[in-house]
Antibody, heavy 117, light 112 residues
Framework: QVQLKETGPDLVQLTQTLSITCTVSGFSLTTYNVHWVRQPPGKGLEWMGAMWNGGGTDYNSAFKSRLSISRDTSKSQVFLKMNSLQTDDTAKYFC???????????WGPGTMVTVSS | DVVMTQTPVSLPVSLGGQASISCRSSQSLVHSNGNTYLHWYLQKPGQSPQLLIYRVSNRFSGVPDRFSGSGSGTDFTLKISRVEPEDLGDYYCLQSTHFPYTFGAGTKLELK
């Protein structure tokens, strides 16, 4: 069955770089797209960016040049990397499978990241 | 960016009752291909969002027919009839017609 799981650090220091891995199973990264969405504690959802099945990427300009998404198809993994972290980057980070109907049909459980000074 | 205005923020309901959530977009969500990419999610406490309705009115696999979506252009509605305890949580609309994708701020469905 389709599964996604995010793994990353619980705590990141201010101004440092965040790295999160999304490991998928039950589908191929060369067939489906995987996107990243985050949710600060007690707040709403924010779309961050996309890894398309062809290997291209798209980013929310809100993250300017801080955000990078990549993948390793042989390991069924998608990577999020974001630098210059601030306290308002404290959030739960989700990866989600993007269906061709342009909706997210399966989500990982998310990984909570706290940015600490 | 397309702003998604979701109302109400909080919606107290009685079990067995009906609920209606509105989502309005700052620009039309009709894509150049003719499709409207407006979707609805429910997020229960401590869980990831789960898809309820895709492309305005299509129920996702396993979603009960108590959930229905409607609307067009910039004005969309999610209706829940015969509310059950497992329906309580935060509801979000998502537009994926325009980049960046944007979500509504959420509606908390809670017991009256």
């Amino acid at each position: 069955q389709v599964q996604l799981k995010e793994t990353g650090p619980d705590l990141v220091q201010l101004t440092q770089t965040l790295s999160i891995t999304c490991t998928v199973s039950g589908f191929s990264l060369t067939t489906y797209n995987v996107h990243w969405v985050r949710q600060p504690p007690g707040k709403g959802l924010e779309w961050m960016g996309a890894m398309w099945n062809g290997g291209g990427t798209d980013y929310n300009s809100a993250f300017k040049s801080r955000l990078s998404i990549s993948r390793d198809t042989s390991k069924s993994q998608v990577f999020l990397k974001m630098n210059s972290l601030q306290t308002d980057d404290t959030a739960k980070y989700f990866c989600a499978r993007h269906h061709w109907g342009r909706y997210f049909d399966f989500w990982g459980p998310g990984t909570m990241v706290t940015v600490s000074s | 960016d397309v702003v998604m205005t979701q109302t109400p923020v909080s919606l107290p309901v009685s079990l067995g009752g009906q609920a209606s959530i509105s989502c309005r977009s700052s620009q039309s969500l009709v894509h150049s291909n003719g499709n409207t990419y407006l979707h609805w999610y429910l997020q229960k406490p401590g869980q990831s969002p789960q898809l309820l309705i895709y492309r305005v009115s299509n129920r996702f696999s396993g979603v009960p027919d108590r959930f229905s979506g409607s609307g067009s252009g910039t004005d969309f509605t999610l209706k829940i009839s015969r509310v059950e305890p497992e329906d309580l949580g935060d509801y979000y609309c998502l537009q994926s017609t325009h980049f960046p994708y944007t979500f509504g701020a959420g509606t908390k469905l809670e017991l009256k």
